[in-house]
């Protein structure tokens, strides 16, 4: 009888779990080929950067709160577990930009920060002159700008659009998805429209209308329904789900164990041997679903295009929850949160706060009687003033920015710290060679790579990553 073939996860965030949903036979279940299959995390949970606590009587997400719609990755991972009942809708719509002291309502026709019409302008009542005029140039007298394969969406903004078009409207929207400097990330990856939008040579805001809407990351389509999506006891009660189902396939799951090397196996029929402090467990295939530093860290001896995923940086972040009476607060009568532009004056020095998200109006299995949640995000790749505040301090500080963005903030009302290090990877320009040409080493070993470092920070493109892995892992155990 022959050797059962065997396929190791390193890491059971969501992406992992996806490569091991398609190990397990996809939708279609476990068969007789399927392989052994086992997860491996360090930590003693799965889920990674997905997960809920109780705060305030309520099931609350830690980290990601809801899913783009318009990548359709997730929306269908959680309709294949068969959790349709699940999916939460977002409940509002709308936002606010804080622009020179005021809140402005954001245009819906804005493409990721770039206004698409010129009445899209109207409600930006603290909208510079110069970012005005520069619009309309570019609508009637567009100026070049020569982008070859890869361009920064600040290089090209900048040239087009001009600086406070870049700092008062792009920086805010793509920056804060991705917690990074519009002049560090690469265009191709994280916005590939505004590339193809630039490569047009004409006014980048017709392009871009053109173009309709767009998320970030490469897989954007349109649709028609919401553009959120939450689940009703949260995004981090995802993982939990998928565990249990894969276990109940009979993948093996052991946690609190760091894989501390993938080495080649001296026998023929397993090629991979992965270790742990205590353990050595064969495996013909490997999906190496970690942060890119620890992927780095674990391949990068076996080519220096795996390597290099090691070089990719991630941005840390924090966000602090408020439960506060909302009697005691002043928030803009509708709208999802607010955006604040980085370097917004504050005294003598800059305002902290990235982005404020009023949870339970985006999502109805958070609303509560009486009390609000109001999310405020900190911290960008070049920002790391939260890293140095304990979080008493941060606490202190939050409250004292959201008093000047709001009108007003009260001292009492429970809080919720969670930090997240280096938990944003960071596209630079040739990123995506740089992806395909590790995915290519990658797969010629026998080693699959899935996350967020890959095709996309959000969870649609780590869930789509994740069960690519898998299929090609699975492709790849040929017996
Ligand atoms: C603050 C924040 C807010 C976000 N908000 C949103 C949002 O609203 N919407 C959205 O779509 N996305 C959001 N994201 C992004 C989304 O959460 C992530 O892209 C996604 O969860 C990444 O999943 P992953 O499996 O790729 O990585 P991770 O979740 O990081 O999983 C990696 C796993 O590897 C494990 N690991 C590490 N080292 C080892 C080792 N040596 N051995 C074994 N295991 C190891 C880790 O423990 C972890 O479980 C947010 C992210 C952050 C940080």
């Not at 999916?87 to 920060?113: F, N, Q």
């Not at 998928?242 to 760091?258: D, H, M, N, Y």
């Not at 040409?437 to 080693?447: F, P």
């Amino acid at each position: 009888m022959s050797a059962r073939p065997s396929v190791v996860v390193v890491g059971g965030g969501i992406s992992g779990l996806a490569a091991a949903w398609e190990l397990s036979g996809g939708t279609r279940g476990p068969s007789d080929a399927t392989p052994r299959i086992e997860v491996v995390d360090v930590a003693d949970r799965v889920g990674g950067a997905l997960r809920t606590a109780t705060f305030d009587d309520r099931v609350v997400d830690q980290g990601a709160d809801g899913f783009l719609a318009r990548r359709p990755e997730a929306v269908t991972f959680v309709r294949d577990l068969g959790w349709d009942d699940q999916l939460e809708a977002i409940d509002a719509s709308g936002a606010w930009i804080y622009l020179r002291g005021h809140l402005d309502a954001i245009p819906t026709s804005l493409v990721l920060g770039v206004p698409t019409t010129a009445t899209s302008l109207s409600t930006l009542r603290g909208l510079g002159r110069r970012a005005r005029w520069s619009l309309w140039r570019d609508r009637h007298l567009p100026r070049p700008c020569v982008v070859g394969d890869d361009a920064t969406i600040g290089e090209i903004i900048r040239a087009k659009l001009g600086d406070e078009v870049a700092l008062q409207l792009v920086e805010p929207m793509i920056g804060g998805i991705q917690a990074g400097r519009i002049d560090d990330l690469s265009a191709a990856a994280v916005f590939p429209a505004l590339l193809t939008a630039a490569r047009a040579g004409g006014s980048l805001q017709k392009a871009l209308s053109a173009s309709g809407p767009v998320s970030p990351g490469p897989a954007s389509a349109r649709s028609d329904g919401p553009t959120f999506f939450t689940l009703r006891q949260g995004v981090g009660s995802l993982p939990g789900e998928v565990e249990r189902q894969l276990r109940a396939r009979g993948v093996i799951f052991t946690l609190a164990t760091p894989v501390t090397a993938l080495r080649r196996s001296p026998t023929s029929f397993y090629e991979w041997e992965v270790d742990t402090a205590t353990t050595t467990t064969p495996a013909n295939s490997v999906v190496v679903a970690t942060p890119p530093k620890i992927t780095g860290r674990l391949l990068g001896q076996h080519d220096p295009a795996l390597a290099a995923i090691g070089t990719i940086d991630a941005a840390s972040a924090a966000m602090v929850t408020f439960a506060v009476p909302a009697n005691d607060v002043h928030l803009p009568a509708e709208g999802t949160g607010v955006l604040v532009p980085l370097g917004t004056p504050y005294g003598d020095d800059t305002l902290m706060i990235t982005a404020l998200t009023f949870l339970d109006r985006k999502w109805p299995h958070l609303r509560h009687d009486g009390r609000v949640l109001v999310r405020v995000h900190v911290g960008r790749s070049d920002d790391q003033r939260a890293q140095a505040m304990d979080d008493d301090a941060l606490v202190t500080r939050v409250r004292a920015e959201l008093a000047v963005l709001l009108g007003r903030w009260p001292q009492a009302g429970e809080t919720m710290v969670v930090r997240w290090n280096e938990g944003l990877p960071q596209y630079r320009p040739g990123h995506l060679e740089r992806v395909e040409r590790a995915r290519e080493a990658a797969s010629s070993l026998g080693l699959f790579l899935a996350g967020n470092a890959y095709d996309g920070v959000g969870i649609p493109a780590s869930i789509g990553s994740g069960r690519r892995a898998g299929r090609d892992a699975l492709a790849a155990l040929t017996f």
